[in-house]
Each structure stands twice: as C-alpha cells, then as structure tokens.
C-alpha cells in the first residue's frame, strides 16, 4: 500500500504531504488546483522521464517521495536493499538536467526504479497509453488470467535453446561453405610449423653462438696473447710466479713465520699453470668455420620469417600450431556434428509447434470467458451494448509452419466497439474519453484477481460521464478498491462520496505566488465539498443532495 506522498518544488507545488489509507482514496477540488499534479508526481517515482519543467520556478531542483509498506521486490533483494519494514523511493530533478533516485536511501539506476514502480502502481489518466494498451502486456494479462504462464514459461526456455542450436547450424554451415579451402590452409600451416622443429630456447642460443662466430678473430687475438703473458713470453707470469715460490721456500727456512705467504704462492701459482692450460686449450679449440654462421644465419631467418606469419615467439608460434589442430579436427568433424544438430533442431521444433498449439488452445478458452465477464462488467457500467472482443491469431510462416514468438505462436490484440454495427477497433483508438475511462475500469476489475499491482491510480476516470453511469462507476471503483488500494481523481460527487479517505486540493493565488496545499476532509467539511461539487455552490438544496450521497455510500 501506498501510505505517503511528498512533493517539493513541483510545477506550482511548493511543498505538499498526502497522506493515502486502504480502499479508495479521492482527490477532488477546483478545476485548475492542482489534482492531477499530484499524479504527475507520482509517475515521477515510477520512472517517468524527469524533466526541467517540473522544477517550480525559482527553485533549484525537485523532490518526490513516496512511501510503500514493506513489499516483496526481486530487484531490492538484488541490491541488498532491506525493504521487511517499508520501501522509500525517492526522486530528484535539478535545474542542470541532474537526475537522481534512491530506495531507502541507497542509490539507484532510473532502471531500476522503473522495474520497481512498475510492480508498485499502475496509473491511467485520459491522455496516457498505459500498461494496458501494450500488446504484449495484454498477452501477459490473458496468461495470467487463464494460468498459463508455467506452459508460456517452459515454451520460453525451450525456445532460447531451439535458437542457439540454430546458430550453432549457421555456424556450422558457414564452415562448411568455407572448409575444403580452409582445411587447405590449416594443413599447410600446421606441416610448416610441426616441420620447422621449433624449440622455445633455440633462437635465444643460435644468436649466442652467431654473436661469438661473428667475432671469431679479434676472440683468437685476445685468447693468444693472454696465452703469451702466462707461458710464452719472456718474464712469462709461470716463470715469474716459480721465481716467488723458490724465494719464498728460502725464506721460510729462515722464518718459518713466512710458511702461510708461502703457502699462498704456491696455490697462485697452482692456478696460474692451470689458467695457462684452460687458454691453450680455448685458443686451439677456436676454428672458424664459415658454413657454420651461414647455417645460423639460415635458420634464425626461418625462425623470424614464422615470426612474422604466426606470432612475435616461438611460444606463439606453437600455441598457433595447437589452435590450428582443434580447428582442424572440428572442421573435419563437421559434417558429423551438423547431421547431430540437425536432428536435435527438428525434435525441438516439434516440441515448440506443439506446445505453441496448446497454449494457443487454452488462450482461446481463456479469452472467452474474459470476453463475457468483462461483457458483464460494462453492463454494470451503463454500456449493454459494448462489446470487447479479444483477437488472438496463430501465425504461420509462408510454408504453413508455425512462426515460433517469444511467448508462443499468437498475437493478441483487444478490440472494442460501444454500439451495435459499429466495427470493432483497436483499444487504444477508442475516441470517446468516458468509453475509455469505463473499458479500462472494466479491465481492471477483471484483472484484479491476477494482476499483482497494489495500486491502482485513475485519473479523472469520470471524463464524459455523469447520472446513472457515474453511480455504477463509483460502485465499480468502491468493488474494486475492497481488493486494491485505489487513488482516484475525480470531479464526480457520486464518486467522491464512495471515499475511504476524501482528499480536497486547494490553490491558493496571491499577488505573487501560488500555493497548493491539501486537506483530508471529514463529517461536515466533506459534506459541502460535495455540495460544490454537485452544483457549483452551496445551497440547501446541493447539501441535502450530498447528504443523500454520504448516505448511500455509507459515511451517514
């Protein structure tokens, strides 16, 4: 249930709280006071476009609350956003264009409170397509008043799957259109590759080795003449260092204190002669070989040129390679695969046809019996002759197949018609404003029993009635308001005087400002309302008038 309303700095409001109850609350006053902003507002929290021109002028932004008893919401829960005690959704619109929005003070996308307000109020006025006018929306309201939305759900499910195996087909086929050559190219490339015999670390050691076989007479130069520093030359380092151990072994006959620079002499010149063996050995083993650069070169090219083609390493190269099998493998594996999908999409289809069919079956049934009970309502409501017709058809594609739609194979579309041997139109095309505002209550009242919205808002639902019919009207909302909370505009004293909770919108114009302001109005109070309402004054005459309307609607 809706238990609040506040609106700041809207259009001419200035600062406004209503106050909602169980059952049917009416909001009447002036022509001109201000009764449909507050409706105005209130689409706001459902999701409404929010625009600069709501600002009142003067003012920097807007603000329009509403507060719901605790609800339970898939999209709140999503969000982590408690709601077990009440819903809060507010709205802000500032001046620069700013939008903001908030339930229970977390902020939220306009999506969401979109999604949310959606389940939380439905309202129609005279000038606004509702949710009713929908297609689709009428398709979900005959599924759910004929309780066929598990078989629509389960057809959904089956479908999504039907249409990926499809695109798998389509993927497939496209392969195939593409294969022989395709298969052409793998096979070569991955022979090139498996051919080249790559390894991760070669290209990394043949440049080592083609570093050292680029420089192959300046490394014989340096490895000789060291050589000739430790053995060869005259003072050789060898000779030098036997020249320090012998010293040294005379010396340490003297003193033997001179035993451990001995002993270190010895161990360098120990590691001299073996230095002297390993360069011999280095220089001697230094050949240059020209075919062997010239192989390095070569295959470092194969490797640069794979690089080029397949990837920047070795390591990509060889993921290449891998990729290129398993496409392979799948590409010669296809027809195979293709002749499984094909199977499976044929017994798919069969399926869908035939649950399409039956569910199309039971719309039928149920659009009939909707037909009469909404038939029955507009009887109530002064139209006998009014018909609404619900149009279901089952499309076929050119072959004579079913056309397999989200929710089925049928497209529904209500049509009306107010008198006898005019034709039936399309709902939302119906001109007259009073004949609208009473197949929209109807509606509604059928509705009632499945729709799930808690609150219904109708906007002076009384255009273009008056007399007998606004009676059967209001008792129509009073019914209605027993199983819905239920806000109503209206201008109608035979309306107003059904109210659970009667609500009167003053406007109050000064010199320089407007101000709006509203009042719940009981005993008395409410009665001259009603008395204004009915003739424009007050007069003994309108109060006795409103007298009889209380009592009848069971205030008196």
Same mark, same amino acid.
């Given at each position: 249930?809706?238990?609040?309303?506040?609106?700041?700095?809207?259009?001419?409001?200035?600062?406004?709280?209503?106050?909602?109850?169980?059952?049917?609350?009416?909001?009447?006053?002036?022509?001109?006071?201000?009764?449909?902003?507050?409706?105005?507002?209130?689409?706001?929290?459902?999701?409404?476009?929010?625009?600069?021109?709501?600002?009142?002028?003067?003012?920097?932004?807007?603000?329009?609350?509403?507060?719901?008893?605790?609800?339970?919401?898939?999209?709140?829960?999503?969000?982590?956003?408690? &709601?077990?005690?009440?819903?809060?959704? *507010?709205?802000?619109?500032?001046? %620069?264009?700013?939008?903001?929005?908030?339930?229970?003070?977390?902020?939220?996308?306009?999506?969401?409170?979109?999604?949310?307000?959606?389940?939380?109020?439905?309202?129609?006025?005279?000038?606004?397509?509702?949710?009713?006018?929908?297609?689709?929306?009428?398709?979900?309201?005959?599924?759910?008043?004929?309780?066929?939305?598990?078989?629509?759900?389960?057809?959904?499910?089956?479908?999504?799957?039907?249409?990926?195996?499809?695109?798998?087909?389509?993927?497939?086929?496209?392969?195939?259109?593409?294969?022989?050559?395709?298969?052409?190219?793998?096979?070569?490339?991955?022979?090139?590759?498996?051919?080249?015999?790559?390894?991760?670390?070669?290209?990394?050691?043949?440049?080592?080795?083609?570093? &050292?076989?680029?420089?192959?007479?300046?490394?014989?130069?340096?490895?000789?003449?060291?050589?000739?520093?430790?053995?060869?030359?005259?003072?050789?380092?060898?000779?030098?260092?036997?020249?320090?151990?012998?010293?040294?072994?005379?010396?340490?006959?003297?003193?033997?204190?001179?035993?451990?620079?001995?002993?270190?002499?010895?161990?360098?010149?120990?590691?001299?002669?073996?230095?002297?063996?390993?360069?011999?050995?280095?220089?001697?083993?230094?050949?240059?070989?020209?075919?062997?650069?010239?192989?390095?070169?070569?295959?470092?090219?194969?490797?640069?040129?794979?690089?080029?083609?397949?990837?920047?390493?070795?390591?990509?190269?060889?993921?290449?390679?891998?990729?290129?099998?398993?496409?392979?493998?799948?590409?010669?594996?296809?027809?195979?695969?293709?002749?499984?999908?094909?199977?499976?999409?044929?017994?798919?289809?069969?399926?869908?046809?035939?649950?399409?069919?039956?569910?199309?079956?039971?719309?039928?049934?149920?659009?009939?019996?909707?037909?009469?009970?909404?038939?029955?309502?507009?009887? &109530?409501?002064?139209?006998?002759?009014?018909?609404?017709?619900?149009?279901?058809?089952?499309?076929?594609?050119?072959?004579?197949?079913?056309?397999?739609?989200?929710?089925?194979?049928?497209?529904?579309?209500?049509?009306?018609?107010?008198?006898?041997?005019?034709?039936?139109?399309?709902?939302?095309?119906?001109?007259?404003?009073?004949?609208?505002?009473?197949?929209?209550?109807?509606?509604?009242?059928?509705?009632?029993?499945?729709?799930?919205?808690?609150?219904?808002?109708?906007?002076?639902?009384?255009?273009?009635?008056?007399?007998? %019919?606004?009676?059967?009207?209001?008792?129509?909302?009073?019914?209605?308001?027993? *199983? *819905?909370?239920?806000?109503?505009?209206?201008?109608?004293?035979?309306?107003?005087?059904?109210?659970?909770?009667?609500?009167?919108?003053?406007?109050?114009?000064?010199?320089?400002?407007?101000?709006?302001?509203?009042? %719940?109005?009981?005993?008395?109070?409410?009665?001259?309302?009603?008395?204004?309402?009915?003739?424009?004054?007050?007069?003994?005459?309108?109060?006795?008038?409103?007298?009889?309307?209380?009592?009848?609607?069971?205030?008196?």
């Amino acid at each position: 249930m809706l238990r609040e309303l506040f609106i700041k700095k809207f259009a001419v409001i200035d600062e406004l709280r209503v106050e909602l109850h169980e059952g049917l609350n009416v909001l009447t006053g002036e022509t001109g006071a201000g009764k449909s902003i507050v409706v105005d507002a209130l689409g706001l929290i459902l999701g409404q476009r929010g625009q600069s021109n709501f600002i009142k002028t003067g003012a920097k932004e807007t603000v329009v609350e509403a507060i719901f008893d605790a609800v339970s919401v898939a999209s709140t829960e999503a969000l982590g956003i408690d &709601v077990s005690e009440e819903l809060i959704i *507010r709205r802000v619109v500032s001046s %620069t264009g700013k939008n903001r929005s908030f339930i229970n003070d977390s902020s939220v996308g306009i999506a969401t409170v979109t999604e949310i307000g959606s389940t939380l109020v439905d309202i129609h006025s005279q000038h606004e397509n509702q949710s009713l006018m929908s297609k689709s929306r009428q398709m979900r309201l005959l599924d759910s008043f004929g309780r066929t939305e598990d078989a629509v759900k389960d057809y959904s499910i089956t479908l999504g799957r039907y249409r990926a195996m499809l695109d798998e087909r389509a993927r497939l086929a496209q392969n195939i259109s593409n294969r022989d050559k395709r298969i052409e190219i793998l096979r070569f490339q991955i022979d090139e590759i498996t051919a080249a015999d790559l390894d991760a670390k070669e290209a990394e050691t043949l440049s080592k080795e083609r570093a &050292v076989l680029a420089n192959l007479t300046t490394l014989k130069e340096l490895s000789e003449g060291a050589y000739e520093v430790l053995h060869k030359r005259d003072g050789a380092m060898e000779d030098q260092s036997a020249v320090v151990v012998d010293s040294l072994e005379k010396l340490t006959k003297i003193d033997e204190s001179a035993s451990e620079i001995l002993s270190m002499a010895k161990e360098t010149q120990s590691y001299i002669k073996e230095l002297s063996v390993m360069l011999r050995r280095y220089k001697d083993n230094i050949d240059f070989v020209p075919e062997r650069l010239d192989t390095i070169e070569t295959r470092l090219e194969a490797i640069r040129k794979l690089e080029r083609k397949y990837g920047e390493t070795v390591e990509v190269i060889l993921n290449y390679r891998d990729s290129a099998v398993a496409e392979l493998d799948e590409l010669t594996a296809v027809n195979e695969k293709l002749d499984s999908i094909e199977a499976e999409i044929a017994s798919a289809r069969k399926r869908l046809e035939a649950a399409a069919e039956d569910i199309s079956k039971q719309r039928a049934v149920t659009a009939r019996r909707l037909e009469s009970e909404i038939a029955s309502t507009l009887k &109530v409501l002064a139209m006998p002759k009014a018909r609404l017709e619900i149009s279901l058809t089952l499309n076929r594609n050119e072959d004579g197949s079913l056309k397999l739609l989200n929710d089925g194979a049928d497209t529904v579309e209500f049509l009306f018609t107010a008198n006898p041997g005019e034709p039936l139109k399309q709902l939302q095309k119906i001109a007259s404003g009073g004949e609208l505002s009473r197949v929209m209550l109807a509606l509604k009242s059928a509705f009632a029993e499945y729709d799930d919205i808690p609150v219904l808002v109708f906007d002076e639902v009384d255009a273009g009635i008056g007399g007998e %019919t606004a009676e059967r009207v209001a008792d129509k909302l009073k019914e209605l308001s027993k *199983r *819905r909370q239920v806000l109503c505009v209206t201008h109608l004293p035979q309306i107003a005087s059904r109210a659970d909770n009667h609500l009167m919108i003053h406007k109050h114009v000064s010199d320089d400002a407007v101000a709006i302001t509203v009042e %719940t109005l009981y005993g008395q109070d409410r009665q001259v309302e009603l008395a204004r309402m009915l003739s424009g004054s007050i007069t003994d005459i309108s109060l006795e008038h409103a007298r009889e309307l209380l009592k009848k609607g069971g205030d008196v």
